[in-house]
């Protein structure tokens, strides 16, 4: 009876090993996909500028509705969209430079570690 349980355990052991090697492989696939989007062709610099400007117009911010305390993250939910995406924001310390307490400490905090040396608006 152990020996049979064993047996199980380790056949659904090999079966988590596959079905992770296909979710890489569904997730590799949908990147590649992804990056067939016009969007892709655009040059990583053209994209710098469409985040630096939209980090102007669409601030993190921190609201009541309802006398519940609300956060919208605003131009920081570009680096939700894609991997590239989320790696150019991060790459870019000026999009980090204006720094406010609205979201609280710790995400003042992550502000200030992302925008490294570049100069900084509290």
């Not at 596959?18 to 990583?44: I, K």
């Not at 131009?75 to 406010?100: E, G, K, M, Q």
Request: charged share 20%; with cysteine.
């Amino acid at each position: 009876m152990c020996r049979n349980a064993h047996n199980i355990e380790n056949a659904r052991a090999v079966f988590d090993q596959e079905m992770a090697s296909v979710n890489t492989v569904l997730r590799l696939m949908r990147a590649r996909r992804n990056e067939l989007a016009p969007v892709f062709a655009l040059p990583t610099e053209i994209m710098a500028e469409i985040f630096a400007l939209l980090a102007t117009v669409d601030v993190p911010r921190c609201y009541r509705h309802l006398h519940v305390r609300q956060y919208r993250l605003g131009w920081v939910n570009v680096t939700h969209v894609c991997r590239r995406w989320r790696a150019l924001a991060l790459d870019l310390p000026r999009l980090w430079t204006s720094i406010s307490f609205a979201l609280g400490r710790k995400w003042a905090e992550v502000f200030l570690a992302r925008s490294r040396t570049a100069p900084v608006f509290i």
